[in-house]
């Protein structure tokens, strides 16, 4: 969990900072959340979430800050989906365009080390391929928050199947990387986790036998 807490407040730096830098353009405002953006339901839901979970002096003081610490992960794995209804159910209901409306204009910049990871791994640097990996990273999150076992692999949510916690814990390790080298070398040099891999965790069924 140490080594995930790490990574989500990187990630939401990183993709707060994009953000802002796009509503400045489009609405003169670094307030993101404010800026009339074209958000899906969904994500204006858990934005206002958010703001109804702040105090009234977070609302008065460094609000952006507050606001953008109370967002969950998914909150930002679900940027880098396709984008869902907007007005849902009403006569000029819309869709959002995340690939184009957010991606294209700055949030690929959230990820500077992706185009070259994608190409050592010889596949094409992608939104989907960002998504892949902060997917991984997301469930291995919510799994362990839970206190649900791991040794028997991660399921990935919508995806009917299971991963190792090895390559869980290598997507820890990803995400690190496509964002920003020095996490990355700080995670290689003090997660726990690669010392505990080695030790090989198996099920308690298996210790049972």
Known sequence: MGDIAILEVALRNHMDQQLSIIALEQANTKDWYMAGLRFDDRTQRQIREAWG???IQQKKRHTHGHLVAALTFGFWRKLLENGGAIRAHWPDEDSADYENDFWRKGIVKAFPGGRRHALDANAKWTRNYALAIVKTVHALRNRVAHHE???????LPGENRRIA???????????????DRDPYAWLMDN????????YE?????????
């Open 53 to 55: 979970h702040l105090t």
């Open 165 to 179: 916690l090895a390559e869980a814990v290598q997507a820890c390790f990803d995400l690190a990387m496509i964002m």
């Open 149 to 155: 076992p791991l040794v028997n692999g991660i399921p």
């Open 201 to 209: 965790p198996q099920s308690l069924a298996a210790f049972s036998q």
């Open 191 to 198: 997660s726990k986790m690669k010392f505990v891999l080695e």
